[in-house]
């Protein structure tokens, strides 16, 4: 059988999509949960126990004991408590499979055990689980079996979200709401509503098993803490979209069957640049349904590489010198009828309604640069962000030659009268055919950047949820669709105040649109220069989160409350804290139990050696040997220096209050003894024999898959 008909038949095969609910179920009943999903109303609770029954039955079927509500906690993972279908026996001792309306719409986990940030003590314990009936339940097949994944939100039993999925949805509702109103502004009475649609690409590296538990670092800490780098890395460029190698070409293989069967439309993989790195990309999906396709996608790669004898590391930096991981969030707005708001059509100067969409997003990027780029932030990121080979810290937007051209017109004439067209590509081959030419060319450099019909947000990291920078997204343009709106329906001629706003729009916030290279110190300094923003780190980051100007934006739309946000400030804090701390006490026991015992030995044998030539022929010429014992010997003392730093350090920071001062004190204090530490370590490397050093190396670690 070939491999086309095999997708055609396995693609969402385990995913109770709408094609088996209209099968399955009553057709009274599908017309409600339809209605539900598609237009937002609220869920008729006398369904509830029809589609019960009707899941467990489809679930049973195809082997599944056990459900979950499956959820998405401030952990940045997922979690799922596993319950069985069965009923307590009866007088004979059989048991039914049940599963009731009740148990499919809500859940009781224990929310004191998950990050909370002081919403919940540690007595509070209930929390809710609830169906997010909009993206459809889903059938995980692993070693425990065959388990009916329910995906749901998360709440306290106060009532605030404790998860990544609820204040998704919430903004997406805002978005629909505000964006609504634009759309009627230009007469459009059909498309009833509008979701954000996303299409993230994820980075991730592969590394051999039996190595990866040679490496205490990236066991605890999924990056390596120590490594110098090979003769080779990414200088070559020969990684890139090169040829795929047999282990990892059938690890791909599976994982692209895997995420079919779940509904996942995996279209896209690749070599990266670095090597061992590899990309894997999907279609479009509203937004909520893309964040559970996304968690799903890095659990799959995670399972399906140890079946392959294969450890997938999500970390944005898993080795120094050579490119980390991001996960470009691919943005867009579209209706239910099939319009995209970020289209610009073949002549964009003529087409209002998107200059007016553009002008919008403009302005809230540039008024919420700051909670933008905290949406980005995560303890590993900070490796990566403006390091030459991820976007700066700075946000800016490319809008392209085409779009700064109409800008330009609109900002200096007060009229556009013309759009750059892009032509033909002629390739001065007969053979070849001619190309249309895009009238844009990329920016890989710009943190946000569009790209045809659609945003490009680049600064996500790989291992992170991209529920938080979609929150931001929606909730930040929502709230200038708003602004518009409110002054366009009071107009009295609205074709002059459109075109007008757009116009002030355009040259109140021109200075966030950056079109060149965004790796320059130039681009740093004339950032400077425009007021922008350049944070550099998730600790400066976090603050961005309870300003009174975040605050009120989420809020007025119902995303969060002060005490959702302050919370989450609090968990980012001890989050960055955590992980520090984690890699410093790994740093301290690997240079104390692996390095420091391996090069005192290497040094006594060099030791020994020298002895043994010179009693065997006093005029040996041993000074080779000498620079080798005297650079080690230095080298070490320089090791166990800076680890007594560190040590003391880490235990003073450990015993300070959890909060923002404690995580500002390991990102000021503690990250650099770490690299203290890491200095000499990473120089001895390249002078101990290979046999005595304690674990692979780079070059082992990369090169080897």
Not at 201 to 207: D, S
Not at 542 to 562: N, Q, S, W
């Amino acid at each position: 059988m070939s491999e086309t008909v095999i997708v055609a038949e396995i693609f969402g095969q385990n995913v109770f999509n709408d094609a088996v609910m209209r099968e399955r179920l009553p057709k009274s009943v599908y017309k409600k949960l339809r209605k539900t999903i598609v237009e937002g109303t609220e869920l008729d609770p006398s369904i509830a126990d029809s589609v019960a029954q009707a899941m467990k039955e489809w679930a049973v079927e195809r082997g599944a004991t056990h459900y979950t509500h499956w959820f998405q906690p401030l952990t940045g993972v997922t979690a799922e408590k596993h319950d069985s279908f069965i009923s307590a026996p009866d007088s004979t001792g059989k048991v039914m499979l049940e599963f009731s309306g009740k148990e499919l719409v809500k859940g009781e986990p224990d929310a004191s055990s998950f990050p909370s940030g002081g919403l919940r003590a540690t007595f509070e314990a209930r929390g809710y689980t609830a169906w997010d009936c909009t993206s459809p339940a889903f059938l995980k097949e692993d070693a425990a079996g065959v388990t009916l994944c329910i995906p749901t939100a998360f709440c306290s039993y106060t009532g605030e979200a404790l998860d990544k999925k609820t204040p998704l949805l919430r903004s997406m509702q805002a978005l629909d709401q505000q964006a609504l109103r634009i759309l009627r502004l230009f007469g459009n009475t059909t498309s009833k509503k509008v979701t954000p649609s996303v299409g993230p690409e994820q980075e991730y590296f592969l590394v051999d098993k039996a190595k990866y538990l040679q490496r205490k670092d990236l066991i605890y800490t999924g990056r390596t803490l120590f490594g110098a780098m090979p003769p080779k890395g990414q200088e070559m460029d020969d990684h890139y979209f090169g040829i795929i190698r047999e282990r990892v070409g059938s690890f791909m293989r599976e994982v692209n069957k895997e995420l079919w069967k779940l509904g996942v439309s995996a279209k896209t993989q690749h070599n990266e640049v670095a090597p061992a790195q590899h990309e894997i990309a999907p279609i479009y999906a509203e937004a909520n349904i893309a964040t559970d396709h996304n968690q799903m996608v890095m659990e799959t790669l995670k399972r399906v590489a140890e079946r392959h004898g294969m450890i997938c590391l999500l970390h944005e930096k898993p080795f120094a010198g050579v490119n980390g991981s991001g996960k470009h969030n691919n943005w867009s707005i579209t209706t239910d009828d099939g319009i995209n708001m970020l289209n610009p059509g073949a002549t964009p100067h003529e087409n209002i309604q998107f200059l007016l969409v553009l002008a919008c997003i403009l302005k809230a990027v540039d008024v919420h640069a700051d909670l933008l780029r905290q949406s980005a932030a995560d303890v590993g990121n900070d490796h990566r962000l403006g390091a030459n080979e991820a976007p700066p810290a700075i946000i800016s937007i490319f809008v392209g030659e085409q779009l700064e051209d109409v800008i330009d017109q609109l900002c200096s004439t007060g009229e556009a009268t013309h759009s750059k067209q892009g032509g033909k590509l002629m390739t001065g081959v007969a053979t070849l055919p001619d190309l249309d030419k895009d009238a844009t060319d990329r920016n890989r450099t710009s943190p946000f950047a569009f790209t045809g019909n659609k945003f490009e947000f680049r600064m996500v990291g790989s291992s992170d949820s991209i529920s938080s920078p979609n929150v931001v997204l929606n909730t930040i343009v929502a709230e200038a669709f708003k602004e518009a709106a409110d002054e366009l329906e009071k107009a009295e001629d609205f074709d002059l105040a459109v075109h007008d706003m757009i116009k002030e729009m355009l040259a109140a916030h021109k200075r966030i649109i950056f079109n060149g290279n965004g790796y320059s110190d130039a681009w740093v300094e004339e950032a400077e220069k425009r007021g922008l923003p350049n944070i550099k780190s998730m600790v400066d980051a976090i603050p961005a989160l309870v300003t009174d100007k975040a605050v009120k934006l989420f809020e007025e739309f119902g995303v969060f409350t002060r005490a959702e946000l302050e919370s989450r400030a609090e968990i980012e804090y001890e989050t960055y804290a955590k992980a520090i701390n984690i890699e410093a006490r790994t740093m301290i026991d690997m240079a104390s139990k692996q390095i420091i015992p391996a090069v005192i030995k290497y040094t006594t044998q060099l030791a020994k050696s020298i002895s043994a030539v010179k009693g065997a022929c006093p005029d040996a010429d041993v000074s080779v040997q000498n620079e080798l014992l005297t650079e080690s010997s230095d080298l070490l003392s320089e090791t166990k220096v800076a680890l007594a730093s560190l040590t003391e350090l880490d235990q003073k920071a450990c015993q300070m209050e959890e909060g923002r001062e404690q995580a500002v004190y390991y990102h000021e204090v503690v990250v650099p003894a770490m690299e203290a530490l890491r200095a000499p370590v990473d120089k001895l490397e390249m002078i101990v024999d290979k046999e005595l050093w304690p674990m692979p190396s780079y070059g082992d670690l990369i090169f080897e898959v």
